[in-house]
């Protein structure tokens, strides 16, 4: 016996007259759509799990050209009192004497060498390492010429040091074929220097040059914040926030100043605040916990 097709074993529909719709599968049952507009009518809730018809409303027309205003921010820092300033320069300074930079150097190379390594690391290992680093390549043609590998292996103790020896080895040929092998004597001329940043430039302006400039490092940042000088977080605005509040003569103390005092005293996390000499005048921003 032949097999009957699938469409052959389908049930005979039910014929319909002209103009009738098609029958309910259940007779007296609506369609939901049906019962989603009676609900909606009556102001009846939605079925649980169903999304509620909301309203939109349009926004009126913006006309072209014009800007949306925006709520202007609050700054964080008021100006601090010049009086108050002047008091903590003047406790600085007779807390930490005749301070300098703590980086040994005979020439402002070897400083400028001796500040890209002092990155992520301590003084006193950069100073462990320069010796040999600079007893073998002495000046900036050597430096510029001397092998990645061989330079690696003498600053390896210093962290990063693959980065560290390509900055050294960049920026000495820089200063060979720009300046004749002469560490420049301006910002513009450090900063142009691979591997100079602003802060490399005023450690060298400052302790080789004598030219005035602010060093924001970590202790500078978190310092100038603690103290209520500056409420920036970029060392570069943080540097142009403290130039017109300490007087020019002064920059390049005042970056030793902090830095020390950030090393003796204000720490990070529970800053020596009873032995402060500076508490008088602090107001001790972000400061959670002391001793």
């Known amino acids: 016996m032949a097999r009957k097709s699938p469409r052959a074993r389908r049930k005979p529909e039910t014929p319909r007259m002209p103009g009738t719709g098609r029958p309910r599968a259940t007779p007296g049952r609506r369609s939901a759509s049906a019962t989603r507009k009676t609900r909606r009518s009556r102001g009846e809730h939605a079925p649980q799990g169903a999304r509620p018809a909301t309203k939109r409303t349009r926004l009126p027309a913006r006309s072209p050209g014009r800007r949306p205003a925006r709520a202007r921010a609050r700054p964080r820092f008021a100006p601090p009192d010049p009086a108050r300033v002047a008091a903590l320069l003047e406790i600085l300074d007779r807390s930490y004497p005749g301070a300098t930079t703590a980086l040994r150097h005979e020439n402002p190379l070897q400083l400028l060498v001796a500040t890209i390594l002092s990155a992520q690391c301590t003084d006193e290992r950069v100073n462990r390492t320069t010796p040999a680093l600079f007893a073998r390549y002495p000046d900036a043609p050597a430096l510029a010429a001397a092998p990645q590998a061989e330079l690696e292996v003498l600053i390896r103790s210093t962290g990063f040091f693959r980065n560290k020896a390509r900055a050294i080895r960049e920026c000495c040929a820089d200063i060979v074929t720009r300046h004749g092998g002469e560490v420049p004597r301006t910002m513009e001329g450090l900063v142009a220097l691979r591997g100079v940043g602003r802060k490399t430039a005023n450690v060298v302006l400052g302790?080789?040059?004598?030219?005035?400039?602010?060093?924001?490092?970590?202790?500078?940042?978190?310092?100038?914040?603690?103290?209520?000088?500056?409420?920036?977080?970029?060392?570069?605005?943080?540097?142009?926030?403290?130039?017109?509040?300490?007087?020019?003569?002064?920059?390049?103390?005042?970056?030793?100043?902090?830095?020390?005092?950030?090393?003796?005293?204000?720490?990070?996390?529970?800053?020596?605040?009873?032995?402060?000499?500076?508490?008088?005048?602090?107001?001790?921003?972000?400061?959670?916990?002391?001793?």
């Not at 030219?211 to 060392?235: A, C, F, N, Y």
């Not at 970056?255 to 005048?281: D, E, F, M, N, Y």
């Open 207 to 291: 302790n080789a040059y004598g030219v005035p400039g602010i060093v924001v490092d970590t202790h500078v940042q978190r310092l100038s914040r603690r103290l209520g000088l500056s409420g920036e977080i970029d060392p570069v605005k943080i540097e142009l926030a403290l130039m017109p509040l300490v007087p020019r003569e002064r920059w390049t103390a005042f970056s030793h100043w902090l830095i020390l005092h950030g090393r003796q005293v204000c720490a990070a996390r529970k800053p020596r605040c009873s032995a402060c000499a500076l508490a008088p005048h602090c107001p001790r921003v972000g400061v959670t916990a002391s001793q």
